[in-house]
């Protein structure tokens, strides 16, 4: 799991790397019928080819990807560099997502040789929502952690809490407890059930105040809540305004109370994909009301005087643009000379620049994919902005 300290851990190491550097990404995902049998490798291996990286790296490479053995990862990075007493260092990421920022053209498989490509990892870092998913067990609830793909539990969040607290918030139902006693002839039925009600509340809001300490103490803002409706829907009218807001969803109940976290993934991530989907769809409605600006020129124009809060682009970005003499993006060698005519404007792959040019003007990027993605592309002509004004 990539928690925290390895995120940190991540960036020191990538920013350390000086050039030249051989970067390679290569699309390993075994659900892809086009990796089987790892044809992935003759991929990657042809495309190290075409660099001119020196032999003894790219024989360090090749090496590496021959011992490479990642059945759950989607995305295997590998940068590698030769040091001092021409040894070759390797840095190896698999990841257990796609990337963006990634050449389409040679099967999802990037090759440099030069400056380091670090653009894809450290947006996904930057970028992806760590999602906490709290299963309301009658045993004893979980709290699990998900992030990058993976999935890790947090065993002591919830350690402290007694046996006995479980029984009582699972059994406890204000509408089943109702019905029950007024089946029953004793007196003061109303005043029973007010005060299991009482007992019952005091429990969750115990329970709520841990579930707020552990997502402050792991930097979380996405709460999943999974277990039977009713438990879950009870517990979240008792979080603070702040936690609730972080709900995204409420996921049915697993069948074995003590299924592994990995079945917990399995369970979740179907539900998380759909809430980022509704997402990015809900930033396309929002440059259509505000209105916001769409299409390659308009939208590197309002980046560029930074006026936009938020830039759209797709997930299979390959787009050239142009970089002009005063070192502007324009769609176009037109419009590159408009905005410096002395000096000859030079093409760039819009994916090797978008990322540096939104962090100097402030400005979040959001790659979309899927039905988002196919909508940016065919309504707002590959490119949309939220504007600050």
Not at 247 to 274: G, I, R, S, T, W
Request: aromatic share 6%; with cysteine.
């Amino acid at each position: 799991m990539i928690d925290r300290d390895t995120v940190q851990q991540i960036r020191a190491e990538l920013g350390a790397l000086q050039p030249p550097v051989l970067s390679l990404y290569v699309e390993v995902d075994p659900a892809n019928p086009d990796n089987a049998r790892r044809a992935w490798e003759l991929r990657a291996r042809n495309a190290l080819k075409a660099l001119a990286a020196p032999v003894a790296v790219e024989q360090a490479v090749l090496a590496a990807l021959e011992a490479e053995f990642a059945p759950e990862a989607r995305t295997l990075a590998i940068f590698a560099a030769e040091t001092a007493g021409s040894q070759v260092t390797i840095t190896r990421l698999p990841l257990h997502i796609s990337l963006p920022l990634l050449d389409l053209s040679n099967g999802r498989v990037e090759a440099r040789w030069g400056e380091p490509y670090i653009a894809p990892i450290i947006y996904a870092l930057d970028q992806y929502e760590r999602t906490a998913v709290i299963w309301l067990r009658s045993e004893g609830w979980r709290f699990c952690e998900v992030f990058l793909g993976e999935i890790v539990e947090h065993t002591d969040v919830f350690r402290s809490v007694e046996a006995d607290l479980w029984r009582e918030v699972d059994q406890f139902d204000p509408q089943r407890l109702r019905e029950r006693l007024r089946a029953q002839a004793m007196g003061n039925r109303d005043r029973f059930a007010r005060r299991m009600e009482n007992i019952a509340a005091r429990y969750l809001q115990r329970l709520a105040g841990l579930t707020e300490r552990a997502l402050a103490h792991f930097g979380i803002r996405r709460l999943v809540l999974l277990g039977r409706d009713e438990a879950t829907k009870q517990f979240v009218a008792l979080l603070p305004r702040t936690v609730q807001q972080m709900v995204v969803a409420h996921v049915a109940d697993l069948p074995h109370p003590e299924a592994a976290p990995a079945h917990v993934l399995a369970k979740v991530l179907p539900v998380l994909e759909h809430v980022e989907q509704v997402h990015e769809q809900e930033l396309l409605n929002q440059v259509t009301r505000q209105p916001g600006v769409w299409g390659v020129d308009p939208v590197l124009a309002a980046l560029q005087e930074g006026r936009l809060s938020v830039l759209l682009a797709p997930w299979r970005l390959n787009e050239q643009v142009w970089l002009s003499g005063n070192a502007l993006l324009a769609g176009s060698r037109e419009q590159a000379l408009v905005l410096a005519p002395d000096a000859e404007p030079q093409p760039v792959a819009l994916r090797d620049v978008l990322v540096d040019a939104c962090t100097a003007f402030a400005t979040r990027l959001e790659f979309v994919s899927g039905a988002a993605e196919e909508r940016l592309l065919r309504d707002f002509s590959g490119l949309a902005g939220i504007l600050r004004w």
